[in-house]
């Protein structure tokens, strides 16, 4: 194979694994922001609405690197807001409806867990600019994860009420947790590159970080072995998605290019 | 049955070398709960570099009604100022 090819299909699978980075963000950002103003009390309000923006930032991060790899003249915000559904690269759980506070934090704490894993490897990556987001960001994803972990043990570990709910939330979300520790050729070409790990090398030191929380959460991980996936391939998405959309591009579809 | 959070009391240091100071207060089930809400509460625009907090319970505080005693009487002690010594030119600005 001439040598521009296989640069053209590395930057194309560089492209790849930088969109599922920033689309995970992305769409899990906009899904906390969700919460703004709507938060069972104010402290978990600001809290949330908090950890929102820093995805919103880790999303700006992700994707202007994404849209410089690329080369076509998009930046993060036309990545972030002109692409269909069918271009997102986000794992599912992060779409998937807030349901009730106690979801919501579940969810924030299984994706947090992998998140924090992730960027531990992808600080040593071989590429600088992954590396220097990984370093810029790990600090604020800490304290995510020492927060969103706290709260499912408090409300795993309280009320009879709050325990059957994270229960039930870790119930239906634990089948979307597989998705993140797929591997495919992207993956492979990021490793043999140097780039960043294979997903599924991350899943040990996961399994244990999470195992941990969750027995002093009181709460049991459920059956089955199960994985719900698509996302992150761009296969199939979920229903939830177009809706997500809907309501986060519709301005800069209805009025394109406007700012404020 | 009360389903509240206990309330805290918010200190923050702005940089080193300044003490706390009370900048407010919010809910929290514990102590742990009451600084994490407080880094999210007062210190998202880098307002600080430590936090104390204080379970509202534990302050003890003086009260409306004791003013005149407590701090009328010293209004004419003007004499409690170390304001009558003549300060050399030497020892510059105090």
Redesign the interface.
Known sequence: MPEKAVNESDQQALFQFLLRLGDNTLVLGHRVSEWCGHAPVLEEDIALANTALDLIGQTQLWLGLAGEVEGKGRDADALAFLRDIWDFRNILMVELPNGDFGQTIMRQFLYDAWSSVMLGRLIKSGNPAIAEIAGKVSKEVAYHIERSADTVVGLGDGTEESHKRMQAALNYLYPYVGEMFLSDDTDAAMVSAGFAPDPASLRDEYDVLVAKVLADATLTLPDGSYTHKGGRTGAMHTEHLGHVLTSMQWLQRAYPGSQW | MNNE?PLWEIFIRGQHGLSHRHVGS????DA??AI??A???YT?RNEGVSIWVVEAVHISATSPGDKGPFYEPSQSKVYRHPTFFDIPDEVGSM
């Open positions: 959070w919010l809910h929290a089930p742990e709960m994490k809400n880094r999210d509460v998202r």
